[in-house]
């Protein structure tokens, strides 16, 4: 709209005050006001190219403004999924720490029996503390993506 508005034209209002005195008063002062108007009747198709113009700049706008709704839907759901993913790392951990638990402890009584290594139980114990370290790693990482998600949705919680 503003690129056509070259089309119409302009309306100007102009007033002017002389004076030839040193002190103000009414003697020898002059009061003028003139209205102007101009119209361009052609601007060599400058006006036609500046509204091709414009109208491209506010589809592109258009155009990158869907773009980027698209990517932040993106941007959510992968959030979304991964943090849903996280959960699941996070039950499964919890049962291969409880698994690592019950294999240590079987291991510990057939050692105790004279039928295991202590190598065997230093594995066990190894096998424990890894999964107790991965439950610990899939719990940072829900709470990473669950911190990205509410980012992604524009939250600072």
Do not use: C, M
């Not at 006006?47 to 414009?54: S, Y």
């Amino acid at each position: 709209r503003a690129a056509q508005a070259a089309h119409f034209p302009e309306l100007g209002l102009v007033t002017q005050f002389e004076s030839h005195t040193r002190r103000f008063s009414g003697n020898a002062e002059n009061f003028a006001v003139f209205v102007t108007a101009r119209w361009n009747l052609f601007h060599g198709f400058a006006v036609e190219e500046k509204v091709v113009e414009e109208e491209a700049l506010h589809k592109r706008a258009q155009l990158l403004h869907g773009e980027l709704l698209h990517a932040l839907e993106l941007e959510v759901e992968q959030s979304y999924l991964s943090l849903i993913t996280a959960r699941a790392q996070v039950a499964v951990a919890r049962d291969n720490v409880a698994q690592a638990q019950e294999a240590l402890r079987i291991v510990a009584d057939r050692y105790t029996a004279g039928l295991a290594r202590n190598v065997d139980v230093l594995d066990g114990e190894t096998a424990l503390k890894k999964a107790e370290q991965d439950l610990l790693q899939a719990q940072v990482n829900t709470q990473v993506f669950r911190a990205r998600l509410n980012l992604a949705k524009g939250g600072v919680r």
